[in-house]
């Protein structure tokens, strides 16, 4: 499975919109990417998944340029309950015939009021 | 709809102790299940996974083990505990490969 790169920490305040980047520069043809959000104590929840261009949904939208060896999940008006650890995966599709996700370090974003 | 369960949430044992972890997936049939370890300050590891009963597949060589003895449960078990042992462990359940997963609460095991 294709090695992700993420900054390990980001602040924000509240209000404003984060965007966080994600570099996979070896990712297969066939490979997805998806963002999962972790609260401190917590299993991770799916947030976002997308092959390329633009994907949106109530929580937050994916982008992805064409060459797909990154993608930047932006993150819209931001809240103190958005503090989470933000991973980004690249693999099969929701993670393939064996489910196997890769989880790095993520990233720690911090929202201050 | 569909809950997951882990129990217990936190669990403090002395090394060299065994471990029983149990997990249970209702509202679903023949999930795909997972058990997971987050050591502090990192990120999940893959332990186990299953696709059905009986059928446990590993994916780090380690003093664990895993069962599944009913389609909707999931045991992760040691005879014996290490410190590295320590951690944040997750179950997760899949309907099949093309959903995403979903995460259990946690246990939290601190082995001393």
């Known amino acids: 499975l294709a090695k992700t790169t993420q900054p390990i920490s980001m602040d924000s305040y509240e209000g404003q919109e984060v965007n966080i980047t994600c570099s996979h520069n070896?990712?297969?043809?066939?490979?997805?990417i998806t963002w999962y959000q972790q609260f401190p104590s917590q299993g991770p929840r799916f947030i976002i998944q997308?092959?390329?261009t633009k994907v949106t949904n109530e929580v937050a939208s994916l982008f992805i340029p064409a060459d797909r060896k990154s993608s930047t999940l932006s993150l819209p008006r931001v809240s103190l309950s958005d503090t989470a650890v933000y991973y980004c995966?690249?693999?099969?599709?929701?993670?393939?015939?064996?489910?196997?996700?890769?989880f790095g370090k993520g990233t720690k974003l911090s929202v201050k009021p | 709809s569909q809950t997951i369960h882990q129990w217990p949430a936190t669990l403090v044992q002395p090394v060299g102790s065994p471990l029983s972890l149990e997990c249970t997936v209702e509202?679903?049939?023949?999930?795909?299940l997972y058990w997971y370890r987050q050591a502090a300050g990192r990120g999940l590891q893959l332990l186990f996974y299953?696709?059905?009963?009986?059928?446990i597949s590993s994916e780090v060589p380690q003093n664990l083990s895993a069962s599944r003895p009913q389609d909707r449960q999931f045991i992760l078990s040691s005879k014996k505990l290490l410190l590295s042992d320590s951690g944040f462990y997750l179950c997760?359940?899949?309907?099949?490969?093309?959903?995403?997963?979903?995460f259990g609460p946690g246990t939290r095991l601190t082995v001393l």
């Open positions: 997760a359940w899949q309907e099949n490969p093309y959903n995403e997963q979903f």
């Open positions: 299953s696709v059905g009963i009986g059928q």
């Open positions: 995966l690249v693999g099969l599709r929701y993670g393939g015939s064996q489910g196997n996700l890769i």
């Open positions: 070896n990712i297969a043809t066939n490979d997805y």
């Open positions: 997308g092959y390329k």
């Open positions: 509202g679903t049939s023949n999930p795909n």
